[in-house]
């Protein structure tokens, strides 16, 4: 299973459902695809897509999942790295009004560098990054904070 998560933004990322609904549609993505769309309306016969769910439910398919893919947000990202899931990531970008500017990209370009995830540039077509998560084994996440206080 495939959980795709768009974070509380209030701004759409259709895009990025877009680009999942092709790979579907292509056969690249054959998996059940649960998604929580936020602020994003979106139809599809393909994914079964939901505002917002309860975080016990989220949990639970968060486990379920073979694949998280996501937007740039650290809060989802750092969720799914301690639940040891792999992670496809994809920018929300100022210039489709996604969000206020690109500092996604920046953090994007950071957690990839160090192993933890792939990071989505393109979403004209996402099975290259598709293929590329089979294999994928992410760095395991350590918490820094003990060292911070």
């Known amino acids: ?11 759409k990322f259709t895009r990025l459902l877009d680009a999942i609904e092709k790979a579907v549609e292509e056969g690249a993505i054959q ?3 649960v998604v929580q769309a936020g602020y994003t309306p979106y139809q599809s ?6 505002d ?4 016990d439910e989220f949990r639970r398919l968060l486990q379920e999942a073979d694949l998280v893919i996501t937007h740039g947000g650290v ?3 750092m969720t799914a790295l301690k639940s040891r ?4 990531a994809a920018a929300r970008l100022a210039q489709y009004k996604e ?10 370009e950071t957690f990839e560098k160090q192993g933890y995830l792939i990071y989505m540039r393109d979403l004209s077509d996402i099975r290259p990054y598709l293929e590329q998560a089979k294999t994928f084994q992410p760095r395991e996440y350590a918490s820094n904070t003990g060292h911070m206080i």
């Open 99 to 108: 969000h206020l500017n690109d500092h996604q990209t920046q953090l994007l």
């Open 45 to 50: 016969s393909r994914m079964e897509i939901f």
């Open 85 to 88: 899931k792999k992670i496809l």
């Open 75 to 77: 809060g989802t990202i």
């Open 31 to 33: 998996e059940r695809v």
């Open 52 to 55: 917002y769910l309860e975080q």
């Open 1 to 11: 299973m495939i959980l795709v998560t768009l974070g509380t933004q209030d701004k």
